[in-house]
Every structure is written in C-alpha cells, then in structure tokens.
C-alpha cells in the first residue's frame, strides 16, 4: 500500500501540469481571455479586434445591399415587363377605336375591358415606382453605414506598420544581445547577464539561443528565471510550462514547479498555486524547494 501511494505522489505533478492550460496560457493572443501582454502585444490585438469588428461589419452590410439589389433588379424587371404590355394595350385600344363603330357591342366590351385593365396596370405601375423609390432610400441608408475600401486599407496599413515597427525593434533588440557569437560563447554571456541582475540583456540573449534552437528546454526556463525576476509573473509562468514541456527530468525541475507555483499564486490563480506546491512537496519531500514550498502554502 505505501508504495502505491508513492507511486501516485510521482505522478501527481505531470497530472497537473497537463489539467493548467488555463495557466500557462499568458502571453497568449490567441487565448480568449489573454493575459501577460506587452504593451505591442496589446496594441497588435487591439487592432486585430478592429479588424475583425471591420470585417464583420463590412460582410454584413455587403450582404444586406445584395438583398436590396436582387429585390429592386426583381421590382425593375416587373415594372419593366408591366409598362410593356399597358404600350401594347394602348396600341390595341388605339385601333379598335378607329373600327368600333363597325364592330358593334362586342368591341364596345373588349374596349372597356381593355381600359379596366389599363386602369389596373397604371396603378400597379404607381406601387412599383413607390416601391422602388423606398428600396432606393434604404439603399442610400445603408451605403452611408458602409466603411469604404479605402478606410478598410488605412486600418490595415496602420496594423502593417505597427507590426512592422515592432519586428525592427526586436531585430534591434536581437542584434544588440550579441546575434553574431557562436552559441556556447552567447551562452556563457546570457549567464554572466542573469547573475549580474541585468535581465533585460539575459532575456534578450535567451531568445537568441531559443531562436537558434539552442538547448530550448533551458533557454525557456532562464528566460522564464528572467520573467521572474522582473515580476512579470504571467510570462514565466508560459514559458516554465514550455521548458517543462521539453525535458521532465531536468536538474532544475523543483525549481521550475516552486516558481511556477508562486507566479500563479501572483496572478491570482491560487487553487493552481495550491496544487503545484503540493505537488514539490510529494515529489521532493526533503530538497529545499519543499521546505519553501510548505511555507508558502501556510501563506495561502
């Protein structure tokens, strides 16, 4: 029995890291509530949102003006074909007229019938004119609502050039990080950077070695370290759960699932921070990270 329990304490931790997407989901535009954003990432969703309202706008009201113009071609077409066959009872009026007199009582009825249905017809024609009058109203409505090709294009060359914007200054940032050293020689600067405190530099030189797919389950976990460092307790929290991801067994794994446990007791998400605590202290009851581990749950 106590080795099933054991058992069940080992697997505790990767049991929670697959039930906290929720989580690690900071930094994440993609996610429908994201948190964790930089102040670009911010500005590149709240654009994206823009756009998508633009878009939905724009396919709706699209939708709306083709329903009027199939109505108002099928009115034309009526009033058209209406206004045709009144020319062509006129027409025939006109020469029954000249031969009435011949003709007798019988063309003296076709003749009223005739004018009856001419009668009708004008009146039919009048609707359809009133008709197509309102329809040409609300189409005017509808086209002062519409957001030109031109505004759409100015939205979408801003969002371009904001991300165009962005993408230098990491380059920038990049470069300035030491882009042209080999990967060992980065490295050795990226660590020097962290234990000096001066974690702007470590991140950026981390992002470097991720980018060059250099150790990645590493680079994720100092850039996390990083994060950590500066407060920005979300963004660890993505890229702890990414490096985790990568290798299991790695040496600092205690380290990793403590800190990943207080940045999410930071952002509020306290029953998380309750389970992973837990769960150092079930899978390392006599490291360091434990001892720490039952402190900051009593605080919870």
């Known amino acids: 029995m106590r080795l099933a329990l054991q058992l069940s304490l080992l697997a505790l931790p990767f049991t929670l890291f697959a039930g906290e997407p929720s989580a690690f989901g900071a930094g994440d535009l993609d996610s429908a509530n994201p948190y964790g954003l930089t102040k670009a990432e911010k500005k590149i969703l709240e654009n994206n949102n823009k756009l998508k309202k633009t878009d939905r706008k724009i396919n709706s009201t699209k939708s709306e003006l083709q329903s009027l113009r199939e109505r108002v071609d099928g009115l034309q077409s009526v009033l058209e074909s209406t206004a045709l066959?009144?020319?062509?009872?006129?027409?025939i009026l006109h020469d029954l007229s000249k031969s009435r007199e011949d003709e007798g009582a019988?063309?003296?009825e076709r003749l009223v019938k005739l004018e009856t249905e001419i009668a009708t017809n004008n009146a039919n024609i009048l609707q359809l004119k009133t008709a197509l009058e309102e329809l040409?109203?609300?189409m005017d409505e509808q086209s002062a609502m519409y957001a030109t090709q031109e505004e759409v294009n100015a939205l979408v060359a801003d969002v371009n050039a904001f991300k165009a914007l962005v993408a230098s200054e990491l380059k920038k940032?990049?470069?300035?990080?030491?882009?042209t050293k080999s990967s060992g020689d980065l490295a050795t600067l990226a660590k020097k950077q962290y234990d000096?405190?001066?974690y702007d530099k470590a991140l950026n030189s981390y992002k470097e070695l991720v980018n060059r797919k250099y150790k990645p389950a590493y680079g994720h976990y100092m850039i996390a370290q990083c994060y950590f460092a500066k407060k920005n307790y979300g963004k660890a929290i993505a890229h702890?759960?990414?490096?985790a991801s990568r290798y299991k067994k790695?040496?600092?794994?205690?380290?990793?699932m403590l800190r990943t446990a207080y940045s999410m007791s930071k952002v509020g998400e306290t029953s998380s921070a309750k389970k992973f605590y837990n769960a150092v202290i079930a899978k390392y009851p006599n490291s360091v990270e434990a001892e720490k581990a039952e402190r900051y749950l009593g605080q919870l």
């Open 173 to 179: 940032k990049s470069k300035s990080s030491g882009s």
């Open 106 to 108: 019988s063309t003296q």
């Open 250 to 256: 790695a040496s600092y794994m205690p380290t990793l």
């Open 85 to 91: 066959k009144s020319q062509q009872n006129k027409v």
């Open 196 to 198: 000096k405190k001066q």
């Open 240 to 243: 702890y759960k990414e490096s």
């Open 136 to 138: 040409s109203k609300l």
